[in-house]
C-alpha cells in the first residue's frame, strides 16, 4: 500500500467485518521522540488468542468471501521495515487494538496520506457507526466525534456529499493547524 491511511481504512475495514459499533482512531506524531503511532481500537467480535496468533500468515483470514487476508501483513511489514512493529491485543466479545509504530523520519516510513479524507470515507460509508479519531502532534491534541458531529447536523445524514466535503475539509484544517503551531 502507498500510504498508511490505506493500512488504516483496511483495519478499520476489519473491525466493521467483525461488528464494531464503536471504532476509536489515534495518530500520535513525536517528532521530538522520531515516532509515529497509529492505534485502531474497536468493540466487535474480538479474536482468540489462536487467531492473534495467526494474524501475520497471510492465508490466514476468518473471512468467508476470500481465502487471503494481507492487511495485517502488509501493515506490519510496513512498521518494521520502518524500524517499528505491529502488535495485536483482542479479546473476544470484547474488541480488537491494533498499534502500529514507526520511527518518524525512517527513509522506509511511507507517507501518512490522505489521513482527514480516508477518515471521513469510512464515516460516511457507515453512518449507523460511532467514530471517534484523535490526532495528536507533539502533545497538542485534535478530536472529532460522530457523537458530536450528529448532535450539530441535526439529522443531516454523514453521506450527504455537502456534508463529506465539509467535514474532510475541517479534519485536514485541525490536523495542518496543529502542525503548523508546532
Known sequence: MNDLSLHI?????NSLTAGATL???TVNEEIKRDLLTIEIEDNGKGM???????????FFTSRTTRRVGMGIP????????????LT???????????TATFKHSHIDRPP????ANSFILMVSANPDR?????????GSEYCFDTVEVKEILDGLPLYDPSVIRTLTAMVDANIKDI???N
Not at 501518512?112 to 489521513?115: A, P
Open 23 to 25: 471504532i476509536k482512531l
Open 9 to 13: 481504512i483496511d483495519i478499520i475495514q
Open 74 to 85: 502488509l501493515f506490519k511489514q510496513s512498521a518494521v521495515q520502518s524500524s517499528g512493529d
Open 130 to 138: 460511532e467514530f471517534f479519531l484523535r490526532y495528536l502532534y507533539n
Open 88 to 98: 495485536v491485543l483482542s479479546e473476544p466479545g470484547v474488541g480488537t487494538k491494533v
Open 112 to 115: 501518512l496520506g490522505d489521513l
Open 48 to 58: 482468540s488468542v489462536q487467531q492473534v496468533m495467526s494474524l501475520e500468515d497471510p
Open 179 to 181: 502542525k503548523e503551531e
